[in-house]
């Protein structure tokens, strides 16, 4: 289980970003791709195959998990996360500051 999960509101905690808050778009391994955060430009060749043109493409480019922690927003804070097994056998995630449950 991790962390961090495609579609959580993460606050970015080092780097040249730091300080943005944003959504998790896509975790890959240890990897996570925020929305509109870490953008780089990418030159690419146009691919007549995919109809795609060449040119400069603006992108996200990925950030390690690391340096992102989610963000609780009754807080208005970026908390750590931990976890916790239900008495029905599921496994949460928790903050560890107050003890809520992140997931629904």
């Given amino acids: 289980m991790n962390r961090i999960r495609k579609g959580d509101q993460v606050l970015v905690i080092a780097g040249k970003n730091k300080g943005q808050k944003g959504t998790v778009s896509r975790v890959a391994g240890e990897s996570v791709y925020v929305e509109n955060i870490n953008m780089v430009k990418r030159h690419t060749k146009p691919n007549p195959q995919a109809s795609q043109p060449g040119g400069i493409v603006e992108r996200e480019a990925a950030i390690h998990i690391s340096n992102v922690m989610l963000f609780n927003t009754a807080s208005g804070k970026g908390e ?3 976890y916790k097994t239900l ?4 496994k949460v995630r928790v903050y560890r500051s107050t003890g809520e449950v992140v997931d629904a």
């Fill in 80 to 82: 750590r996360v931990g």
């Fill in 87 to 90: 008495e029905n056998g599921r």
